[in-house]
Structure formats: structure tokens, C-alpha cells
């Protein structure tokens, strides 16, 4: 199967330089996500889920729409910060993606206006600034997630899923539990069977990312910027020997087995279907 042009293109211009095998496996990434949305009830629930992009740079935004059209979104592109404000505020969107250095009204300016105003539609901040104070300011506004340019399509399509996943309640999730696995966000403690299990620091942020996208094969290079701050280098090997710790401790000693890898493609936690 073929990937659709757009989608291709996103990741060779999110990435700004010649592909490597951490964009070959974003490729596999978008690629098994294609295949997820032939299944009717996926595809149904996207198609009612409108996205705004407010991005000034044409082949950026066209790239963005694209893909995210492709993923089954509903998705409105405007090219500067105040038709921004107006359709965020005239429209029906379910999720703002907010590019910070825009022509007429920045992005602060447009997040600020939002709030304001009382429009509490979920943001996730585009910049090519990666200042930790740039990040925390749109935090601060009210932003859901920053991502710093050059990004790799499937890491922007996974932070889309999980803001929209959270909603717009704004009720910040204390705990996580997948089938007898339990995680304790506040008290940092994992149990499984009502056995405690201690983690490291690495792996509580590991497990927490598997279990706050469950049901979602993430790929390496998601895993490492999420996880470890740090971009995909396939010589390494220090995911796959923290998935295999993790593994010997919250699946070896119990059943049924949660974490799965995915043959070139990444790592899934869920729970396995019965077995007639």
C-alpha cells in the first residue's frame, strides 16, 4: 500500500533533512495508522472532529492539512493570527493548532484573546522557538502541548489524539489502569494485581506514555523524544533494553501480557483479545 503524497511530504519537510530510519519508521507509523481508519467506526468518529490550523507559511499549513485530512480530520486552514482568532472564535473546532510567529496577531496575542474571552477550545502550540520560557508562556496561557519545530508527522498526529482524547473538561486525569495495571500519577506507584511494583523514573515516564495512549503503536522515535528529551538514533539501543526492563516487571510475572511489540514498528500496551 501506497502512502498518500501529502503525508510523504510531511514528514521529508517536518524534518528538514534526508530521510533517515527514524523518518522511515514515522512512515510505518502513518502507514498502520491508514490501515486503523478502514476500520468504519474509527473513520465515522474522526469525520465529526474539526481542526483549525493558523499557519503562516503556505507549505507548512498546506502539509498539515493535508495529512491531517488524510487522517480523517475536518480540518480549516487560515494564514494569520487574527483571521485566526475570528474562526477559533466564530467556529465549531474541536482543537487549535497554533503556529506562535504569525503576521497581524502572534499566537500569545490569539491564545490570550481566546481565553478572554471565555473560548476554551484546546491549543497546541507550533513554534520554532525551543526556549524552556517560550514553552512555559504558552503553558501559562492555557496552551494543551507545544511542539517545536522540525517534527515528525506521527508525533504531531499522536499529541492531536491524546489532546482530543483529554477533551475539553479540563479534568486532569490522577490515575491510569489497563485491565489489573494500575498507575498512580499523584503518588508515583504502579501495582499489578494489587502487587506494588517499583520502577525507575525512565520507566514510570515510559509506562505512563504506553498506558496514557493505549491501544496506539508508538514508534521508537516518539518514545525517545517523549520519554529521554532526545531525537531517534537507530545505533542505539537504550528504548528496546528499557522496554524489555519494563516488560520482566509488569508482564512476565502475570497474565495476560499488556506490552507488545510491533515488528518494525514500535510498542502497543493493551489488553489482548480472548482467545476462543
Known amino acids: 500500500m501506497g502512502l498518500p503524497f501529502g503525508v510523504v511530504e510531511i514528514c521529508l519537510h517536518s524534518i528538514e533533512r534526508p530521510p533517515t530510519s527514524s523518518c522511515l519508521l514515522d512512515y510505518k507509523f502513518v502507514i498502520f495508522d491508514a490501515c ?3 476500520r468504519g467506526t474509527l473513520a465515522q468518529r474522526m469525520l465529526t472532529v474539526k481542526i483549525l490550523i493558523v499557519e503562516d507559511e503556505p507549505k507548512t499549513g498546506e502539509y498539515l492539512r493535508q495529512g491531517l485530512k488524510e487522517a480523517s480530520f475536518v480540518v480549516d486552514l487560515v494564514p494569520n493570527g487574527n483571521d485566526g482568532l475570528h474562526a ?4 465549531t473546532h474541536d482543537l487549535v493548532i497554533l503556529d506562535v510567529m504569525l503576521p497581524g496577531m502572534n499566537g500569545w496575542e490569539v491564545m490570550r484573546n481566546l481565553r478572554h474571552q471565555g473560548n476554551m477550545v484546546p491549543v497546541l502550540f507550533l513554534t520554532a522557538k525551543d526556549q524552556v520560557e517560550d514553552r512555559i508562556k504558552g503553558l501559562e496561557l492555557g496552551a494543551d502541548d507545544y511542539l517545536v519545530k522540525p517534527f515528525s508527522f506521527a508525533e504531531l498526529l499522536a499529541r492531536v489524539r491524546t489532546i482530543l482524547r483529554r477533551g475539553k473538561s479540563g479534568v486532569e486525569v490522577t490515575s491510569l489502569k489497563v485491565a489489573d495495571l494500575e ?3 499523584l503518588r508515583r506507584r504502579v501495582s499489578r494485581s494489587g502487587k506494588r511494583i517499583d520502577l ?10 504506553l498506558m496514557r495512549r493505549q491501544g496506539e503503536v508508538l514508534p521508537r522515535s ?3 523524544s517523549q520519554v529521554w528529551d532526545m531525537n531517534f538514533d537507530s545505533d542505539t539501543n537504550v528504548i528496546e533494553v528499557a522496554v524489555r526492563r519494563l516488560r520482566s ?3 512476565d510475572p502475570f497474565e495476560p501480557k ?6 518494525g514498528m514500535g510498542y502497543v500496551l493493551e489488553i489482548p483479545p480472548a482467545t476462543p
Open 36 to 38: 486503523l481508519r478502514n
Open 88 to 91: 477559533a472564535l466564530e467556529g
Open 183 to 185: 498507575l498512580d500519577l
Open 200 to 209: 525507575t523514573s525512565k520507566e514510570f515516564g515510559l509506562l505512563e506514555l
Open 222 to 224: 516518539l518514545i525517545a
Open 249 to 251: 516487571k509488569i508482564d
Open 258 to 263: 499488556l506490552l507488545q511489540t510491533v515488528r
